[in-house]
């Protein structure tokens, strides 16, 4: 037995399934051990290492469990780590697998040669290791794995060419060498009896409690909303903890921040409490005026504690196991009026997202696409945006029920994770619908690429519906509306502009479904073709990128200020923009053309 060939036994043992890569000659023993393995765990050979790496965050992401990458040394390697950085920035556990060039060579300015423990000292901080003798490679892979899993981070195995290829020695019974074990033990830490009973004070002395939960809370769903219930609090949730809790909860007012709703807005203006439960939020200005609110947070991880926030207390522990501890502290509200002046705010919005999406838009509203989709969504179905005004709309217009999941890149929002988020997604389970919402920036970076890989490999699914929906404006939309907001920039062309591609027909060459849509009475069927269909469907939809991305906390004089920019473009398709602002300004103001 090589090495090599141990260490994919090694992954087995661990229960590793899939490893997300690309092939090199820097892994060529791995590449042969698995030739020798015949596939197990399952090799997915994606376009790009980039893309490998985030189809392990998206199935660590949507299934609980520790996702692996590899690729070979030098540029494989280099390769892999805007992919990592996602995992490391939303705690998501992966394990990158790199190949090296020879020990013999290493030093020695030679042929794609990088200082490997340099390259990945930061996005895997936690654990990073090259083994050079084949006693070592047991620990090394063991902590790992443990290490990725336990803290919900990105570790990396660094194995040179030779060292794979070498026969395979166990650790032995003596000085210096290190024997390990495999698997990692369940634990939820809870916190001190003392810190409960803190927390229970501040949230029982509040009369307008409002929540706040994110990812890490997602094992919690029961205990949140028993929680909510007790306190009287309506729910704002994070975008990365958008799949903690159903929308279809009355007191459920959906994101919060610059993509959020108006009602999470509000209810964080006009709180008294706030109770943040297993989210790092990062914008504090969508949080209550300081001084404002009374502030209890929860979470996990000690090093994520007091941030964003001046905290009055902070509790280190399980979200369920702390919540368990902390609903018998706490008095049940009498005065229910806080909570129903949030259900009614929740109601409302609801009904204006109906309106804006019926807004007429030339050609098709993207909020009408994203809208439509909601009513036909399949309680199981998978759900990913891409970053940019994309997810804008799955914020805001999406109802999360049933046993949906959705995810993002929440904190580096990076562009192209949506289609390899459901191409992961998929592969760890492949009997359910899975639907990635991008931008057409997103779809040229990488997602078309990734079409390939769906198409290599969507007969391995029970379910081969994978739904790749294209909001195609012709602009990098998202960053256009940011150079109006806050440089007064009309349009920058050169670097906004982007070529109109036949997506749907790309699809059909690979042997996918494919529809184009370029008018609103269109959408609604080509949802319902692509969610009845036998393989993989690219829609692509041409939508106006005249419609704003208009924030939750918007006034009528912020709306035309920023509009005031458009105004002073001279292009023809500046033209075509000014006058949908012009004509849509009022539509588009929260709470309807009142604003």
Not at 71 to 85: E, F
Request: charged share 20%; proline share 7%; hydrophobic share 45%.
């Amino acid at each position: 037995m090589k090495v090599s060939d141990h260490l994919l036994g090694r992954l087995r043992e661990w229960g590793v399934e899939h490893v997300f890569g690309y092939p090199g000659d820097g892994i060529s023993g791995l590449l042969a051990a698995w030739g020798r393995a015949e596939d197990h765990p399952r090799f997915i050979q994606a376009r790009h290492e980039e893309m490998a790496a985030l189809q392990a965050v998206g199935y660590a992401k949507y299934s609980g469990r520790t996702g692996v990458c590899v690729a070979t040394s030098g540029p494989g390697a280099i390769h892999l780590l805007n992919g990592l950085y996602d995992a490391k920035l939303d705690h998501v556990p992966v394990v990158a697998i790199v190949g090296q060039t020879d020990r013999t060579a290493l030093g020695g300015a030679y042929q794609q040669e990088v200082d490997l423990l340099a390259l990945f000292k930061d996005v895997a901080s936690d654990f990073c290791e090259m083994v050079t003798v084949p006693q070592q490679l047991p620990n090394v892979l063991d902590r790992a794995l443990r290490i990725a899993t336990a803290r919900r981070t990105v570790t990396a195995v660094i194995v040179p060419a030779d060292v794979q290829d070498l026969p395979y020695e166990a650790p032995t019974h003596a000085f210096k060498m290190v024997p390990s074990s495999q698997g990692v033990g369940r634990f939820a830490p809870v916190p001190a009896d003392e810190d409960l009973a803190r927390a229970a004070q501040v949230l029982n002395a509040g009369e307008k409690v409002a929540m706040l939960i994110g990812q890490g809370a997602r094992h919690a769903r029961a205990e949140v909303e028993q929680v909510a219930e007790l306190l009287g609090a309506g729910v704002a949730k994070a975008l990365l903890g958008k799949d903690v809790l159903p929308d279809t909860l009355p007191f459920v007012t959906g994101s919060i921040g610059l993509l959020g709703t108006r009602p999470s807005y509000e209810m964080m203006r006009d709180c008294d409490t706030l109770l943040v439960v297993g989210s790092s939020f990062p914008y504090s200005q969508f949080l209550p005026e300081f001084g404002q609110a009374r502030a209890v947070q929860i979470d996990i991880e000690p090093s994520m504690v007091g941030l964003r926030y001046p905290f009055e207390t902070n509790v280190v522990g399980d979200a369920a196991e702390t919540l368990k501890r902390l609903v018998p502290l706490l008095e049940p509200k009498a005065d229910r009026s806080w909570r129903d002046g949030i259900e009614q705010a929740t109601a409302r919005w609801w009904e204006v997202m109906e309106r804006r999406a019926e807004v007429p838009a030339d050609p098709v509203n993207p909020e009408h696409v994203v809208h439509a989709l909601d009513a036909l969504l399949p309680d199981d179905a998978i759900l990913a945006a891409d970053s940019g005004s994309a997810a804008n709309w799955y914020a805001r217009h999406l109802r999360i029920r049933g046993s949906m999941r959705g995810s993002l890149s929440g904190t580096l929002a990076t562009m192209g994770p949506g289609v390899p988020y459901v191409i992961g997604a998929k592969f760890a389970f492949p009997q359910r619908p899975a639907i990635a919402i991008v931008g057409d920036g997103a779809m040229q970076m990488n997602g078309m690429a990734e079409l390939i890989t769906v198409a290599k490999y969507h007969h391995r699914w029970s379910d081969p519906r994978l739904i790749v929906a294209v909001l195609n404006n012709r602009d990098l939309n998202q960053v256009t509306w940011e150079m109006r907001s806050l440089e007064g920039m009309p349009q920058f062309e050169e670097s906004q502009q982007l070529p109109d591609v036949r997506y749907a027909d790309f699809a059909a060459q690979l042997g996918l479904g494919g529809a184009r849509i370029e008018r609103p009475e269109d959408v609604e069927p080509a949802w319902r073709r692509a969610l009845a269909a036998d393989r993989p469907f690219v829609l692509d939809f041409r939508t106006d990128p005249a419609v704003p991305p208009i924030p939750p906390h918007a006034t009528f004089d912020q709306v035309k200020a920023t509009a005031g920019a458009v105004l002073h473009g001279d292009s023809d398709r500046g033209a075509m923009v000014r006058q949908g602002v012009k004509a849509k300004l009022q539509d588009f103001l929260p709470g309807g053309s009142k604003g």
